[in-house]
């Protein structure tokens, strides 16, 4: 679904992937689509590593009991609030079946057809697939809005969502009117470019990278992060993810030239994370802020 929205005076269009479905939302569906749609008879587990709050690690969470796979996690540590008090992706993983190893270090890929290994954050070629089918849904968008000249903005962990997008845009004949922008919510540009480089070698594929004019580092808490998020809460009705998009809206919002060309914001979903990190601001700003 696309929904057209303003905010501070410039129009744009929401793609609504945080709304795909309850359990299975998001980029993280798209990028895991591969493995749900196809079978696998020898496979008995999935094996995979990140932070104990990651989008990721629920999806994959859900991908395993969907089905009836093992899921093996590996995390380098577990905050001792996050244990006591377990919420969002990490409490709701582990009702999934999730079974949590602590501390003991990252889990190297096996040639054992019984486990599937997948990297930190779904960054694997195997995401093309659901990509794909993602912009194509774009592409049918596009030709029934007749709009003819379209600018597409995400805010990139691994990179992996925009440069699959990025690519099949730009693959074959004529033209491209498809651009996709991108900014890095972890580490810093030339980071962002290797994590593309690992996936597609040939540049021409790749999105625009947006430097963000100030430096946030992934999952610490910003004032100005909290506020552009309750403001676009407010102002449009939509509830954005809590870890990337507050940094890739004011990245957005600075670089206002974007909005001259009709602008497709992705929404790429993670609103179960957003339980452990409203808790976080909530301890951090003192404030009581509604949360349904
Ligand atoms: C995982 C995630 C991202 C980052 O996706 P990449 O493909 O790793 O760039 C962005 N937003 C949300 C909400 C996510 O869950």
Redesign the pocket.
């Known amino acids: 679904m696309v929904q057209k929205k303003q905010f501070q005076n410039n129009t744009f269009y929401i793609k609504r992937d945080d709304l795909l479905s309850k359990d299975f939302s ?3 569906a798209r ?1 895991f689509y591969y493995y749900l749609e196809n079978d696998f008879p020898k496979v008995k587990k999935i094996i995979s590593y990140g932070s104990a709050q990651s ?2 690690m629920y999806s994959l969470s859900v991908l395993a009991k969907l089905k009836e796979w093992e899921f093996d996690y590996y995390v380098e540590h577990l905050a001792s609030y996050l244990k006591k008090n377990p919420n969002g992706n990490y409490k709701y993983a582990l009702k999934n079946g999730m079974k949590l190893h602590v501390g003991r270090g990252i889990p190297t890929p096996t040639k054992d057809e019984s486990t599937l290994y997948i990297e930190e ?3 694997e070629i195997h995401a093309e697939v659901g990509l794909k089918m993602l912009a194509d849904e774009i592409l049918a968008w596009k030709e029934e809005q007749e709009i003819e000249e379209l600018n597409i903005f ?9 440069l699959y997008l990025s690519k099949a845009f730009n693959v074959g004949v004529g033209i491209p009117r498809l651009t996709v922008f991108t900014t890095p ?1 972890v580490g810093d540009e030339a980071y962002l470019k290797k994590q593309f480089l690992m996936l597609e070698t040939n540049e021409k594929y790749h999105p625009k990278i947006i430097k963000p004019s100030k430096k946030r580092h992934f999952g610490k808490l910003y004032r100005d992060s909290y506020n552009i998020w309750l403001k676009l809460r407010h102002e449009m009705g939509v509830e954005f ?1 809590l ?3 507050p940094h890739g809206w004011l990245t957005l919002l600075e670089n206002p030239k974007l909005f001259n060309t009709p602008l497709l914001y992705i929404h ?3 609103l179960i ?1 957003n339980e452990s990190m409203l808790k976080r601001y909530e301890r951090k700003y003192d404030e009581n802020i509604e949360y349904k």
Do not use: E, H, I, V
């Not at 995400?154 to 925009?162: D, N, R, S």
């Open positions: 998001g980029n993280k990028k989008n990721a954050g779904g960054r995400l805010p990139a962990g691994t990179g992996t969502t925009a919510c993810d870890l990337y998009d790429q979903g993670g994370g």
